[in-house]
Antibody, heavy 119, light 108 residues
Framework: EVQLLESGGGLVQPGGSLRLSCAASGFTFRSYAMSWVRQAPGKGLEWVSTIDDSGDNTYYADSVKGRFTISRDNSKNTLYLQMNSLRAEDTAVYYC????????????WGQGTLVTVSS | DIQMTQSPSSLSASVGDRVTITCRTSQNVNSNLNWYQQKPGKAPKLLIYAASSLQSGVPSRFSGSGSGTDFTLTISSLQPEDFATYSCQQTYGTLFFTFGPGTKVDIK
C-alpha cells in the first residue's frame, strides 16, 4: 500500500523558516517524480514545486521561487521542502504527492501538514 | 499562464442524479486534463487522468470527456459518498501545474 506521510508543519512567524518532510513507502520512491501542493484555508489547490526522480531537476511556482527549495533523499525514501522567508500568504495545508511523468497527474497524496505563518 | 475555470462553482443534487461539471482552459491543453475529488479535511483523490482515463479503483459511474479547451466530468448516478469538491488540473510550459477553482457538490 502506498503511503506518504508529511511532517514538520507548525506555527512560524513571518520571515521565519520551516522544513517539511514526506516519508514514502509502498512504492519505488526513486522511480517517481514528487511534488508539493498546498491549499490555503477555504481555497483551492495550488501547485508549489516538483522534483524529478533523480533529484537533478526542480521546478517552482512563481509565488515561491527563490524562497522554497525542494529536495529528496532516495536512500531514505524522503521528500523535503525547505521554506524560507515565510509570509502570511504561505499559510496552508501542504500535501506531498507522487507525479506520473509525461502524463502529468498526481496519483497518490499524503494527508497533509498545516503551516501557519503568523505573529 | 493558462487560466482555468470550472462551472458551476457549486451545485445541489440528490442521490441518483446525473451530475456534469465543466472545466475550461484558456489555451489548448490537448488531453492533458485530470480530475480530483476532495472531501473536507482529506487529501485530494485522483479520479480521471488524460481527460477520460479512469484511475484504478474509481467507480465506473465517474467518466471524463473533452479535449483542447473544454472538458467534462460526469457522475452518472450520484451516490452519498460522492458529495465532495471536484477540481480539474492541467500542465503547461516547462513544468507548471494549475488547478481549477473547484466545484462543490452537496446534498439537495
Amino acid at each position: 500500500e502506498v503511503q506518504l506521510l508529511e511532517s514538520g508543519g507548525g506555527l512560524v512567524q513571518p520571515g521565519g523558516s520551516l522544513r517539511l518532510s514526506c516519508a514514502a513507502s509502498g512504492f519505488t520512491f526513486r522511480s517517481y517524480a514528487m511534488s508539493w501542493v498546498r491549499q490555503a484555508p477555504g481555497k483551492g489547490l495550488e501547485w508549489v514545486s516538483t522534483i524529478d526522480d533523480s533529484g537533478d531537476n526542480t521546478y517552482y511556482a512563481d509565488s515561491v521561487k527563490g524562497r522554497f527549495t525542494i529536495s529528496r533523499d532516495n536512500s531514505k525514501n524522503t521528500l523535503y521542502l525547505q521554506m524560507n522567508s515565510l509570509r502570511a500568504e504561505d499559510t496552508a495545508v501542504y500535501y506531498c504527492a507522487s507525479l506520473v511523468w509525461l502524463l502529468w497527474y498526481f496519483d497518490f497524496w499524503g494527508q497533509g501538514t498545516l503551516v501557519t505563518v503568523s505573529s | 499562464d493558462i487560466q482555468m475555470t470550472q462551472s458551476p462553482s457549486s451545485l445541489s443534487a440528490s442521490v441518483g442524479d446525473r451530475v456534469t461539471i465543466t472545466c475550461r482552459t484558456s489555451q489548448n491543453v490537448n488531453s492533458n486534463l485530470n480530475w480530483y475529488q476532495q472531501k473536507p479535511g482529506k487529501a485530494p483523490k485522483l479520479l480521471i487522468y488524460a481527460a477520460s482515463s479512469l484511475q484504478s479503483g474509481v467507480p465506473s459511474r465517474f467518466s471524463g470527456s473533452g479535449s483542447g479547451t473544454d472538458f467534462t466530468l460526469t457522475i452518472s448516478s450520484l451516490q452519498p459518498e460522492d458529495f465532495a469538491t471536484y477540481s480539474c488540473q492541467q500542465t503547461y510550459g516547462t513544468l507548471f501545474f494549475t488547478f481549477g477553482p473547484g466545484t462543490k457538490v452537496d446534498i439537495k
